[in-house]
């Protein structure tokens, strides 16, 4: 049976696809996300939301297929394949259900059938994400995924770091406009980098729409410059806020730095602009495992009390 969008079975046909678990399955429609709404509740957390929005009708410029199950006509489950332009290599998987059907296997069927639709598809390698210690995170692991990334959003308490001297280690804190084609280029190769567990096709336009724009929620950005002769202004990292005021709810914050420089060097301008942005106000920045030199400096700040990591995520792959 297909769920292709040029090839959509029939309401009679659809019907006939029942699982094991004794749910129909169908294509996704219009108004599916308000139904299952009902029946999920709301997001438990800003992954939650984002993972949520894969859900949408199947298409195949770019590629994916979205189903739902439902129990006497009532939407109660869906799960989607994907893939990315960003991410070429893996296909993305989500799947949810509601609590009253779950422990039937509902998910791993759904699974199962969207794997056989992917056999058309000319990547057959996926991946999902979840939070840590969940009960998605035992369903990956049953289903044969293996982890391969973890991220931990971290809130670094005002005044956590000494504030730097500036003017004498030659640096310079400035800002500097989220359309900046120097900005755009510096946070596609940053991105780069960091993704090469999940190979990344981060362009300066990927940048400037996925990262950068105002639809993004991006606000402002600052870069930290090496003013030391020779240096030619550098930039050593960067941050972009999603924030758009400053206030005692932390400010969401990308820090990145330049790919060129050597681990330690990474680390220590991170630190600088960290400090900076944390002098008076509470900051939140993502830190995957892929980071290593922020990683270590947030490891140092939550031993010492100065910053707490609230919410941990992880990545799990299955790659043929």
């Known amino acids: 049976m297909s769920f292709s969008p040029h090839g959509a079975p029939d309401a009679e046909e659809v019907a006939c696809l029942t699982l094991d678990s004794g749910l129909t399955v169908r294509p996704w429609e219009d108004g599916d996300d308000l139904a299952l709404l009902e029946v999920w509740g709301d997001p438990e957390n800003p992954m939650h939301h984002q993972d949520r929005s894969l859900l949408r009708p199947s298409s195949d410029k770019p590629w994916s297929r979205t189903v739902v199950a439902e129990d006497q006509g009532v939407p109660v489950a869906a799960a989607t394949l994907l893939r990315s332009s960003l ?5 993305s998987f ?3 259900v509601a609590p009253e059907h779950r422990r039937r296997g509902v998910a791993a069927e759904l699974l199962n059938l969207l794997q056989s639709e992917a056999e058309n598809c000319q990547v057959q390698s996926l991946k999902a994400r979840c ?3 969940t009960a998605a995170q035992c369903f990956l692991r049953d289903n044969g995924f293996q982890k391969v990334q973890a991220s931990r959003r971290v809130v670094v308490r005002p005044g956590a770091l000494p504030t730097p001297d500036l003017e004498a280690d030659q640096l310079d804190l ?3 406009a989220t359309g900046s084609v120097e900005l755009s280029s510096l946070v596609a190769e940053f991105y780069n980098s960091i ?3 999940d190979r990344s096709e981060m362009t300066v336009g990927k940048a400037q729409q996925l990262l950068l724009s105002p639809e993004t929620g991006a606000s402002g950005a600052v870069v930290l410059r090496d003013r030391a002769p020779g240096a030619q202004d ?8 999603y924030t758009p005021e400053r206030g005692e709810d932390p400010s969401d914050v990308l820090l990145g730095w330049n790919p060129e420089l050597e681990d330690d060097e990474a680390e220590a301008a991170s630190q600088v602009l960290l400090a900076m942005l944390s002098a008076r106000f509470p900051v939140t920045v993502e ?7 922020l990683k270590r400096v947030a490891r140092r ?7 707490d990591s609230d919410f941990e995520a992880m990545v799990y792959a299955r790659d043929h």
């Open 87 to 91: 991410h070429p290599d893996r296909l």
């Open 301 to 307: 700040l939550i031993d010492e009390g100065a910053a």
């Open 287 to 293: 830190v995957d495992d892929s980071m290593a030199p």
């Open 195 to 197: 993704h090469t567990w």
């Open 94 to 96: 989500y799947a949810e």
């Open 174 to 176: 400035e800002d500097i």
């Open 131 to 133: 939070g840590s210690r």
């Open 234 to 241: 550098r930039i050593l990292a960067f941050a972009i806020s």
